[in-house]
């Protein structure tokens, strides 16, 4: 029993070290393409584009239909502008399609990670990312790629790959079964400890910082915000990471200055979602976000699909060029709005920028006895339950919520009550009673659609009406 379970092990290592040298080699690459010229990083685009449209065509159901019906075929993409004859692929097509339309036929669900949104963007999702995309994503190493070092080595990617088990990395993220910050304990075991839950306090936040001593620290704008608010209360920061990244959220000019004035580390803001991982990142002239366009293509689009004009908002739709479990092809279901900037970048990088972006809106809650509840905890009571299509998380007084809830399209919907009294609205209520401790009324409320905040097209998953003083 004692040989096979040695023999495991062995194995288990070997799995971990062909893991870690693949991590290496990607490291290299990414280096490389982070300083390719214009003209290089378009032909690179385009022959990345090529192969995951012919890949899609051939093996996933949902994009040889939709192709089909539009008229399409791989071979009309000659050109980075013939990404345009695409149809844009939504968040409802993938949400309405089997998993056997999603996930590609030269991949098993077993071969495959499972990754889900954590729903704060109010519609739930899932899909498959495959080995490769993964330890690409975790190669992505943003702060030295930003910063304009020299290209990474195998030898130097696999002593970062390996250092990382003496913390030099920590997530305070949604801890979920199937969140993509979990992807990589998933194939690296000795990852587990990076990853800290979002839902915990902001004193066991501080103690996570404290004890795991991270040079690097990525986390939301709204767990920053109630570490910050903990520690001016008389929480004891001992630690202080070098660089703290910041995703899924907007990081305003005002929580910027509160962090700053708490934490003495390099502030860098990130554009990433499950769907795709990395998007784009703050360099060090904090001018605007730097889009990794070797890894996507990212599109602004009007009303119509076509292109925005230079200086305006257009609605974010994403390609990936590299996941071929379950392909990112003109997808539109991140639901952010952004602006592009034109002028060249102080930095001296030549990658593409965005300007702006309009992300998710997400307010904490305090509860009438002071306790903090993050955002992403709330959302997570309304994760699995079937037949919304969105949500808003309202507090209006301290100790009274209300819950509007927007069906999906679906047939059987239509039959589907989320009243009190019906069988969907009690787990809601007794999920959301588990979260609150019975502290805040919970009512339930079918609305047509979910109201937007003033000059946003987004709208808030989480909205706290209370004043700051009440809270």
Known sequence: MGKKINYFLRLTRLSDLSNAIRYAHLSRQIGNWMIMKPTELEQFQLKRLQEIVTHAYSSVELYHR????????????????????????????????????ILSKHFKPYECYIVGTSGSSGSPLKMFVDKNKVLLDLAVNL??????HNPITIASGLRDFFLRKNIRFMSIIEDGLLSYESLYSRIFRQMKHTLVDSSR?????????NDKRPLCLMTYPSVLRNICLAIKAGESL???PKLIMFTAEVLDQPLRRTIKSIFHADLMDIYAATETGFMAAECTANDGRHVLAWKVIVELLDKNDQEVPQGESGRVVITDLFNKATPIIRYAGLGDYAKRKIEPCTCGSSLPRLAHIDGRFVDSVILPDGRIVHPYRLTQVLKEIPYIDKFQIRQEQANYIRVLLVKDATKDADKVSFARDSKLGQIILQRFDQVFAGQVKVDLEMVSDIPRRPGSHKFATVLSLVADDQR
């Open 238 to 240: 001992t630690h202080q």
């Open 66 to 101: 939709k192709w089909r019906e539009a008229g399409v075929t791989p071979a009309d993409i000659k050109t980075l502008s013939d990404i345009s004859k695409l149809p844009v692929i939504t968040r409802d097509d993938f949400r309405q399609s089997s998993e056997n339309d």
């Open 143 to 148: 702060p030295q790629q930003m910063a304009g």
């Open 201 to 209: 306090t902001p004193s066991e936040h501080i103690s996570a910082i």
